[in-house]
């Protein structure tokens, strides 16, 4: 703009004018570098803001879910480690009872046996009542009560029961849970009422704390038919064992993707949240030396524009 | 030859013309000098003009040389003003003003929402739907219950605070229906008062202007003043200024007449508005109304509508409840439908019932000693205040201190009635699938915030107040930079130049030298006829 005359004032105030521009960049970038970040208030940048709020919700949640999957991932090796030692025991068990059903035994030999499956039913009772981070894993939700208690032969199961509701969950996405446990009922059976017999008879749910009390109960009655049956009961016990042991398999698995994936994710969020948020220093740094620079220029133009005046060359 | 007869002193009249003409405009340059810093001064010039000449037109004619001059004489003093300019400054400035009051106090309200921030309400939304994933693993921890409940109520006093503090900036504007006496310290007050005093004076001035006009002499200086009052009165409201064929001006708002000449018509008048006070959260009237003094303002009739411009349109525009503008209420209004869709959910979870009843075959909830939540003791979270509370509701929430100094009463479990006899009916321990689901809140579509997740909503919120904000900075700095424009012509048309001055003292010094060596010479002549007769 051209201005044809200007008034004395008029050159002092642009000056000024100059000078707080100048200033004002200055303070702006001040306030960057000392924050390291680009937006500190919403009218900043709103667009830039929005994105900014969505992936630290994200990355928050993440962070979470993180620690959802660590909880499950250390509870489900701790049941799966014990299922392992719990199939060591049904091996063995079985071996006993292929022994017993031989038919070469006397009186004190099967005596024997039933003596050693009654130290693996105990063994199988400890087991199941595994606990981990003080809590009983194989009792569903009353996770503060010992799975098995024993009364004389009866070993009552004292957790949720398998047919209500005992999944334990752990959220692990938006709209993903994984359960982490499974029923102690259901996997190794429940014993209510025995009858000594010849023949034994036992109460209860399927299972091998079942099946070992039976044998234990038939080696006594050197029942050797009952015997040969039981061994096909162990086999279906492995077999229930194998099968909970690889459904938790299967969900490990599935939390241990998870979590990488949300580690990789995370790696991609933060740069995002750097790209949008950080100030890049040197960039910074050296507008603001350019701001600097102009800012003392201004001031040099202001004091000897103040200074010159016609009065200076009069006489 | 014709003989022109000159009366004897003839020449001394025109070189005493001569001097007083230059003094009189070293005594321009003298004022001109003297107010190069007065804000508003415009430059004056002396106007001069050749004497009426000798001898008059007459029937007589001399058979001469013709008319003689008759020295200077000094037609007036006026000032070098552009009224146009005026008026276009006047207008950028009342807009300018406008946006300034809004975008200021919308800064004021962003520093207030403080985002992006750890202590805004995004964090603690989030750190309360951490408490509840933790507690969901753990319900019976209850350490890991207290913090549950302490975020949940420090989910509440962020909230509380944040409406607050937004609550004292409307009250510092606009004041505050239900608090006496905030009217009179809030900003709209003392803007209206200021345009009264202006108001007043300058009608004063319009009235001294006419004394000095019907006298022949231009008022410079008080017209002067006048503008300057204008334009000050223009910042703080959108006035229109009439001219009349006398020079006298009016000044009218919209079409009430405030100042006619010298006369003080009416001045405006602010008064609460008591009809805000009602339980109804979505309803709040303006807080302030403004109107004539000759007819106070009520909430059916006021002039609230039509001040648009200035500081004073502003200020009443973001303190106020137009539809559609981001202002203080609605920023308050959004955070109020926030919280309270939380706190319906969350009671409803606690509860069991409503939103919150459990998916069966579950038919309840129960806390950490399987009880069931007892109405008035443990039922709700958070208290919302009763009916008839004469403010948003956000202000009048409480949190359930029984819940609060017992979390144990926070019913984490479900209620399972397919559990048979003697376990019949709570499991214990680690059931924590109802916390579960107040977890899941946060990712859940929530029809009352039109199908957006809690934070989605509060994202929009503040992305739709960052963005009012930078509306209202973008167009003052563009306002600015168009007043700054005109002000500088302005000055290149009425600011004094202290070199021209100068320049010009030393033009009429050297002609009040030479009149005073013509009226020397004259003199000597004159010594020299009458030594000559003598």
């Known amino acids: 703009m051209s201005i044809s005359r200007v008034s004395s004032n008029y050159l002092v105030e642009q000056g000024v004018s100059y000078v707080q521009n100048s200033m004002s960049m200055i303070s702006k970038l001040q306030e960057q570098i000392a924050t390291g970040q680009q937006i500190s208030a919403p009218s900043d940048d709103p667009a830039r803001l929005a994105q900014l709020l969505r992936i630290t919700k994200e990355m928050n949640q993440d962070d979470v879910y993180e620690k959802n999957i660590d909880a499950g ?55 199941g009542n595994t606990s981990y981070a003080g809590r009983y894993i194989f009792s569903g939700f009353r996770t503060n009560t010992p799975t098995f208690s024993v009364a004389g032969s009866n070993v009552t199961y004292n957790g949720t029961p398998p047919t209500s509701g005992y999944q334990r969950t752990v959220q692990v996405a938006k709209n993903t849970t994984v359960a982490i446990n499974v029923n102690g009922r259901d996997l190794l059976g429940e014993v209510t009422a025995t009858a000594a017999g010849p023949p034994a008879t036992v109460t209860g749910q399927a299972g091998l704390i079942y099946s070992l009390t039976k044998l234990k109960l038939d080696l006594e009655n050197s029942d050797i038919d009952a015997v040969r049956a039981d061994i096909d009961l162990i086999t279906t016990d492995q077999n229930t064992l194998l099968k909970n042991q ?44 350019l701001h600097q620079t102009s800012y003392q220029a201004s001031l040099g133009v202001l004091s000897r524009i103040l200074q010159t005046s016609l009065v200076n060359f009069l006489r | 030859m014709g003989l022109l007869r000159l009366p004897s002193f003839f020449g001394y009249y025109n070189a005493h013309r001569g001097l007083l003409s230059n003094q009189m405009a070293l005594e321009t340059i003298n004022h001109n000098i003297a107010n190069v810093n007065t804000e508003g001064y415009s430059r004056q010039r002396v106007d001069l003009t050749t004497g009426t000449p000798y001898p008059p037109a007459t029937m007589s004619n001399f058979d001469d040389a013709g008319q003689l001059g008759q020295g200077s004489r000094v037609l007036g003093v006026t000032r070098s003003h552009d009224n146009l300019l005026d008026a276009q400054i006047r207008t950028q400035s009342n807009l300018l003003e406008y946006q300034t009051a809004v975008s200021d106090t919308l800064k004021q309200v962003e520093d207030v929402i403080g ?131 006398t020079g006298q001006i009016s000044v009218k708002l919209g079409s009430n007449l405030l100042v006619q000449g010298a006369r003080l018509v009416d001045t405006l008048a602010i008064v609460t508005n008591t009809n ?41 525009a973001v303190g106020g409840n137009t539809a559609g503008t981001t202002t203080i209420r609605s920023v308050m209004e959004d955070l109020d439908s926030l919280f309270r869709e939380i706190s319906t959910r969350v009671n409803d979870l606690q509860a069991g019932f409503g939103t919150g009843v459990p998916p069966a075959p579950y038919t309840g909830v129960r806390d950490l000693n399987g009880n069931a939540p007892v109405a008035g003791v443990n039922m709700q979270i958070y208290y919302p205040p009763p009916g008839g509370f004469p ?116 033009r009429f010094q050297r002609g009040f030298e030479a009149s005073a060596k013509v009226m020397a010479t004259l003199d000597e002549v004159m010594k020299t006829i009458i030594n000559t007769i003598a």
């Open chain 1, 73 to 127: 991932i250390s509870e489900i090796s701790a049941a799966d480690g014990a299922i392992t030692s719990i199939l060591e025991v049904a091996n063995r068990a079985r071996e006993l009872a292929i022994r017993g059903a031989n038919g070469t035994q006397g009186s004190e030999q099967f005596y024997a046996l039933a003596r050693e499956v009654d130290s693996l039913l105990g063994q199988v009772v400890q087991l």
């Open chain 1, 246 to 289: 690889a459904t938790l398999g299967a969900r490990l698995n599935q939390l241990e993707l998870t979590k990488n994936r949300i580690e990789d994710w995370r790696i991609v969020q933060t740069k995002q949240v750097s790209q949008i948020q950080d100030v890049d220093m040197s960039e910074a740094i050296s507008t603001l030396n």
């Open chain 2, 115 to 245: 985002e992006p921030s750890e202590f805004g309400i995004d964090t603690a939304i989030t750190k309360f739907f951490d408490a509840a994933h933790t507690l969901s693993l753990h319900p019976d921890d209850m350490a890991i219950r207290t913090t549950f409940i302490q975020e949940a109520n420090n989910l509440l006093t962020t909230f509380q605070q944040k409406a607050n503090q937004l609550q004292d900036i409307r009250t510092s504007i606009v004041g505050d229906p239900l608090v006496a006496s905030t009217l009179d310290m809030s900003q709209s007050y003392l803007t209206v008062q200021e345009i009264n005093t202006l108001l007043e004076d300058i009608a004063t001035l319009n009235g001294q202007i006419v004394q000095v006009d019907g006298s022949g002499a231009m008022p410079n200086d008080l017209l002067d003043r006048r503008d300057q009052l204008l334009e000050e009165l223009s910042k703080r409201i959108n006035t229109t200024v009439e001219y009349s064929a």
């Open chain 2, 276 to 316: 805000t006070v009602g339980p109804d959260p979505v309803r709040d009237d303006v807080p302030a109304l403004v109107g004539l003094t000759s007819s106070p303002p009520t909430a059916a009739s006021n002039l609230n509508g039509i001040i648009t411009g200035g500081k004073l349109g502003g200020l009443l």
């Open chain 2, 391 to 506: 403010r948003l509701q956000i202000f009048g929430f409480t949190i359930n201190s029984t819940v609060l100094n017992d979390p144990a009463r926070i019913t984490a479990a479900y209620y399972d009635p397919t559990i048979p006899a003697p376990l019949a009916g709570t499991s214990s321990g680690s059931d924590g699938r109802n916390i579960a689901r107040m977890a899941q809140l946060q990712d859940t579509l929530m029809g009352g915030l039109g199908n957006l997740t809690y934070q989605e909503f509060y994202k929009n919120a503040i992305t739709n107040l960052g963005t009012g904000t930078q509306n209202a900075e973008r167009s003052a700095e563009n306002l600015q930079n168009v007043v700054d424009h005109l002000t500088q012509r302005r000055q290149s048309v009425q600011g004094v130049n202290l070199e021209e001055e100068m320049v010009d003292m030393m």
